[in-house]
């Protein structure tokens, strides 16, 4: 992340101190206003779709999955607060996890049997295809 104040900064003005603590907010602030989005594999079979999403350090909770005609989308939210009350410091610190992915999902999908479930960090999703929409065993049909 480019900043003005960081490449304005006198050099030497300050105790290196300084320039290592500045520094750190720096990457805290790219840290911070850089998302990241879940890494999502996505299968297909005849029976229908899989998605699995790396979720680590999220549980099951924290998701919000839901369909609105052919999109399906799933986020996730987090908030954690860790307060430390020594003698003569308190250290309090935040965390905040979010993100939301969609897709669009073909008409194949049998929109009221979609399956959720969360383990070791990762958010499974099943898309089953519609009864219609599998393949089916070759029919020989006679000609009367």
Do not use: C, W
């Not at 500045?22 to 989005?37: M, P, R």
Request: glycine share 4%; charged share 30%; aromatic share 10%.
């Amino acid at each position: 992340m480019n900043s003005l104040v960081k490449s304005f900064r006198p050099v030497n003005a300050f105790p290196s101190f300084f320039d290592g603590f500045l520094n750190e907010l720096d990457q805290a602030a790219a840290q911070h206003f850089t998302q990241q989005l879940p890494a999502v594999n996505v299968s297909q079979d005849e029976d229908g779709f899989k998605l699995e999403l790396a979720a680590p350090g999220l549980k099951k909770e924290d998701f919000n999955i839901k369909v609105d005609g052919q999109t399906l989308s799933v986020s996730a939210e987090k908030k954690t607060e860790e307060t430390e009350q020594k003698e003569k410091y308190t250290r309090k610190e935040f965390s905040y996890t979010n993100f939301s992915r969609s897709f669009r999902l073909p008409k194949s999908v049998d929109l009221d049997k979609i399956e959720a479930s969360h383990e070791n960090g990762i958010l499974f999703l099943s898309l089953p295809k519609k009864e219609e929409a599998k393949p089916r065993e070759p029919k020989l049909i006679t000609v009367a």
